[in-house]
Nanobody, 114 residues
Framework: QVQLVESGGGLVQAGGPLNLSCAASGFTFSTYYMSWYRQAPGKQRELVAA???????NYADSVKGRFAISRDNAKNTVYLRMNSLKPEDTGVYYC????????WGQGTQVTVSS
């Protein structure tokens, strides 16, 4: 059974940090392209950051220089380190796994207060 379980969301003041984790199980994590998406109220889900199986990363322009995605294949976990958070970073953050199939986590709420 495939599972992606996000954790680490919460309420943080603008300018502060927050670290998200996504624990994966039920598939060969090390071979999957892993991403973080977010969805703000009333908006479409958008890609925040992604990391290939080989460790290459890419980021949305809005988070470049502030967010960092990483993965630990030994722990089947992908991380999103978020710094200098802004109110516009508020939303539900979802973990996504893709290779031949695609999977979504249930999401974790991030709220940045001004």
């Amino acid at each position: 059974q495939v599972q992606l379980v996000e954790s680490g969301g919460g309420l943080v003041q603008a300018g502060g940090p927050l670290n998200l984790s996504c624990a994966a199980s039920g598939f060969t994590f090390s071979t999957y392209y892993m991403s973080w998406y977010r969805q703000a109220p009333g908006k479409q889900r958008e890609l925040v950051a992604a990391i290939t199986a080989g460790g290459s990363t890419n980021y949305a322009d809005s988070v470049k220089g502030r967010f960092a995605i990483s993965r630990d294949n030994a722990k089947n976990t992908v991380y999103l380190r978020m710094n200098s958070l802004k109110p516009e970073d508020t939303g539900v953050y979802y973990c996504h796994a893709r290779q031949y199939r695609a999977y979504w986590g249930q999401g974790t709420q991030v709220t940045v207060s001004s």
